[in-house]
């Protein structure tokens, strides 16, 4: 049985990620839990999302959606 999330008024993909799952790059194993939702830029108070449990950790900080081997190492990590 899948656990589910209630949204809050305003929230996103990556900040539902980072409250659910601890860091923003689980956004898009949480996107391809709730394929009937991926319309939704920002959600309502109450959207409901399927939560399961995270089957492989992802590798690295950087969220799958940014291709880091086009960046520079100021852009990877500019605190560095």
Same mark, same amino acid.
């Given at each position: 049985? &899948?656990a589910? $999330? +209630?949204? +809050? ?5 990556? @900040?539902?990620?980072? @409250? *659910?799952?601890? !860091?923003? *790059?689980?956004a %898009?194993?949480?996107?391809? /839990? !709730? $394929? @009937?939702?991926? %319309? &939704? ?5 109450? %959207?409901t999302? /399927?939560?399961? @449990?995270?089957?492989?950790?992802v590798?690295g900080d950087?969220?799958?959606?940014? %291709?880091? #081997?086009?960046?520079? #190492? ?7």
């Amino acid at each position: 049985m &899948a656990a589910t $999330y +209630k949204a +809050k008024q305003g929230q996103t993909w990556d @900040e539902i990620a980072l @409250e *659910v799952y601890g !860091n923003e *790059v689980y956004a %898009d194993f949480l996107m391809q /839990n !709730n $394929y @009937e939702l991926l %319309d &939704a830029l920002i959600f309502s108070a109450g %959207d409901t999302l /399927n939560t399961p @449990e995270l089957i492989l950790p992802v590798e690295g900080d950087t969220p799958p959606w940014i %291709d880091t #081997e086009e960046l520079t #190492e100021d852009e990877i990590d500019p605190y560095d």
